[in-house]
């Protein structure tokens, strides 16, 4: 996988209200995913593409307990979502209009 195609999968994870609502929910903490379900107007299987989706990009973890599974922010991932914005923002050069 290129660095372009890993950035990109980043970024993936921010561009749906859904997975922003459920980031939103993590920032007071890990949540089981029964507790996500609760306040979102969507299905398991809905939430568990979501999250495999925040997952998949580092910006959440999950960790399971039995048949239960607990997601959390990851400081790390967050930190270089950070990091990839500010790069792919940067400007190199300023021309004269």
Do not use: W
């Not at 990851?74 to 923002?89: M, N, P, Q, Y």
């Amino acid at each position: 996988m290129t660095e372009n195609e890993k950035t990109s999968k980043i970024f993936k994870a921010f561009c749906d209200s859904n997975r922003l609502a459920l980031l939103s929910m993590l920032q007071n903490g890990e949540k089981c995913g029964c507790e996500l379900l609760e306040q979102m107007p969507i299905e398991q299987p809905t939430l568990s593409h979501h999250m495999k989706i925040l997952c998949d990009a580092g910006i959440v973890t999950a960790r399971k307990l039995g048949k239960m599974t607990f997601y959390s922010l990851s400081v790390v991932g967050i930190l270089r979502a950070k990091e990839l914005l500010d790069e792919v923002t940067k400007i190199k050069e300023i021309r004269p209009l």
